[in-house]
């Protein structure tokens, strides 16, 4: 069985978060290289990725994370279809890159599999189980039905990465990138005094913001939490700047690279 790589691309990282479906071609397309570096090195990868500006901001606006709302239960409808039609093709954007790197993948949309938020969402994981010749499988944030009176809600790609990093066999890495920071950061990134955190666990004091006005699932903070979880059964899970890809195959060659490993305990 091969070892398994589960890469989180964060939405900030591969679109431009305040603008409206604003695909960032030439991050991704780096990102592709670095992947397909890892693919030869004989690991099987699972890819998730964010929404960015191509969920985030339709989503906040109609406040999907909450649910059914009946005053403005129209409007929500026609925001849930748009948000899984721009999602799949965000998804498309994102395998169209690897493609050109000889990476073929398949992509599986939450909402044709999975039912529920949060990390006790259902779902049968099983297409993630891929061999290293076999298509790379995609996965993403996406408006899910709850089966509740709630009717849809968002299950977070952070709450993907943690089911597929635990439930998944011969897990190796689970690696989030993120588009801001150099990893956790002491500060918000820009900040003064902002400093990198090379190490976090579960009795760190330090705490994390994240962007209220476009963030609707936790931004950093539930990535800390999530990455935390996974670290009581794989070894090394990070959050790294995905604007350097070349450290992903410098943590795997090396057991190294600037960013912030979490660590269990």
Known sequence: MPPRIVIKLGGGLITDKGKMKTFDEGRMENLAKAISNV?????????????????????????IAGGLESSISEEQGKAVNMIRSDMR?????????????????????????????????????GMFERSVDQPIPITFGDVVETGNEKQFGILSGDDLMLRISKDLPSVTHSIFLIGDAAGVMSAPPGEEGAELIEQWSSKSQAKAKHDEEIDVTGGISLKIERATMISECVD???IIDGRKPERILELIEHGETRGTRIVYG
């Open 236 to 238: 090394n899970v990070w």
């Open 39 to 63: 693919a030869d090195l004989g690991f099987a990868i699972v890819l998730v990725h964010g929404a960015g500006s191509f969920g985030h901001l339709i989503a906040k606006k109609w406040d």
């Open 89 to 125: 093709e965000l998804s498309n954007l994102v395998a169209s890159k690897l493609e050109m790197e000889g990476l073929y993948s398949e992509s599986f949309p939450p909402s044709q599999w999975a039912e529920g938020t949060g990390i006790e969402f259902k779902g049968e994981l």
